[in-house]
């Protein structure tokens, strides 16, 4: 079910892993969760969730339904109004450095740099310099960005800045990737060129991964399961990370049964 199985940094920061170190993702909870914030809307999030290690989980349902308040809340910028999350048992009460949180809009710091946008959660660690430079020229190439460390992100176009946004995600090495419609604002072409570039990049560090999207292609080709977030279901993905299967007769009939539930 993984979709990223524990596996090694490729990285040579002497810090992050010179010598190949085994990284393992999160295993993130839900305990009787209520979402939402106080005086505000109430959300019951899925009951008894449980995501294990390495998994990628997209996470399905209409507009306000309490998606984006889940990741907050797993990211520990949002206390549950009742119940916990957990991450690895302990609940979750403020923002970590292993979990990393994706928006749609891409969050750059526009005064900054595309190398210097990547190294900010290695500078916020304190990271030495020439270790986080690095570190954030090694992410840029993964992406596919290694000739524009100097740009502004004003002079890249929407989906450069979005492989700018995932290596900064990555380049501490979170144990949690919570992602927020990253992929929403790209046409197509672009969207899905993304897609692959996050398969490929998940597949050697191990996190556990939670995806929120409104499209129901992207959330059955990206996850190993899909949860209905308006009913609370969590459905097992039959053919994931596999696009020659988008029409196979199993996949197919899920892909009825989440548009039913949207």
């Known amino acids: 079910?993984?979709?990223?199985?524990?596996?090694?940094?490729?990285?040579?920061?002497?810090?992050?892993?010179?010598?190949p170190a085994p990284q393992t993702g999160a295993e993130l909870a839900l305990h009787g969760v209520l979402l939402g914030h106080p005086g505000g809307v109430e959300v019951a999030a899925p009951a008894g969730l449980r995501i294990p290690p390495g998994e990628l989980l997209t996470v399905v349902g209409p507009s306000g339904c309490g998606k984006t308040t889940l990741l907050r809340t797993l990211a520990?910028?949002?206390?549950?109004?009742?119940?916990?999350?957990?991450?690895?048992?302990?609940?979750?009460?403020?923002?970590?450095?292993?979990?990393?949180?994706?928006?749609?809009?891409?969050?750059?710091?526009p005064w900054?740099?595309?190398r210097a946008?990547?190294?900010?959660?290695?500078?916020?660690?304190r990271?030495?310099?020439?270790?986080?430079?690095?570190?954030?020229?090694?992410?840029?190439?993964?992406?596919?960005?290694?000739?524009?460390?100097?740009?502004?992100?004003?002079?890249?176009?929407?989906?450069?800045?979005q492989r700018v946004q995932l290596a900064r995600a990555l380049a501490?090495?979170?144990?949690?990737?919570?992602?927020?419609?990253?992929?929403?604002?790209?046409d197509a072409h672009t969207r899905a060129g993304m897609q692959d570039l996050l398969v490929e990049i998940l597949r050697g560090t191990g996190a556990t991964v939670v995806f929120?999207?409104?499209?129901?292609?992207?959330?059955?080709?990206?996850?190993?399961?899909?949860?209905l977030f308006a009913?609370?279901?969590?459905?097992?993905?039959?053919?994931?990370?596999?696009?020659?299967a988008r029409h196979a007769p199993a996949t197919a009939a899920l892909r009825r049964r989440v548009l039913d539930s949207l």
Do not use: C
Request: proline residues 10%; without cysteine; glycine residues 8%.
């Open 1 to 19: 079910m993984s979709a990223v199985s524990p596996s090694t940094d490729t990285t040579t920061n002497p810090r992050y892993g010179a010598e």
């Open 212 to 227: 929120v999207t409104h499209d129901v292609d992207e959330a059955l080709h990206l996850g190993d399961r899909v949860v």
């Open 231 to 244: 009913s609370g279901e969590v459905l097992d993905v039959p053919h994931p990370r596999s696009r020659d």
């Open 172 to 186: 501490g090495r979170p144990r949690t990737v919570l992602m927020d419609e990253p992929f929403g604002a790209l």
């Open 76 to 109: 520990g910028l949002l206390p549950p109004l009742a119940g916990r999350a957990t991450q690895d048992g302990e609940p979750i009460i403020r923002p970590g450095a292993d979990r990393a949180l994706v928006f749609q809009h891409d969050a750059l710091l």
């Open 127 to 161: 990271v030495p310099r020439p270790e986080r430079r690095r570190a954030a020229e090694e992410w840029l190439e993964r992406v596919g960005l290694a000739g524009h460390a100097r740009k502004l992100p004003h002079q890249l176009s929407g989906g450069q800045r």
């Open 112 to 114: 900054r740099s595309v």
């Open 117 to 125: 946008n990547v190294e900010l959660p290695l500078a916020i660690r």
